[in-house]
């Protein structure tokens, strides 16, 4: 399935394989999202599968919008392989 990125109620849903193929695509459309705004909430609960790259990625992007004073917020604990994957990395408490 590829990537989707939806607006649903102020929350950016991503939906369907978060992988180091299109992370590029998903920090591109957030960064132009981010300069536009004052926070950005994120959610992960319909990601089929995320390797490391892309929590990486996520991870870099929260960051540089806290830099910025602004909010990020990563939705995902009820996500099992989302979850898994960020505890494998120690991010697990990033994740709402």
Known sequence: MALQINYNSGVYEIKGLLNS????????HLNALIAASTG???SLEK???IDQYAIK??????EQTILM???????GKKNKC???QFDTLHYNDLLL
């Open 21 to 28: 193929q299109n992370s590029v695509y998903l920090e591109n």
């Open 40 to 42: 950005i909430v994120l």
């Open 47 to 49: 990601v089929t599968a």
């Open 57 to 62: 990625s996520v991870i870099a992007l929260q």
């Open 69 to 75: 004073d602004k909010s990020f917020y990563i939705i």
């Open 82 to 84: 989302v979850s898994e």
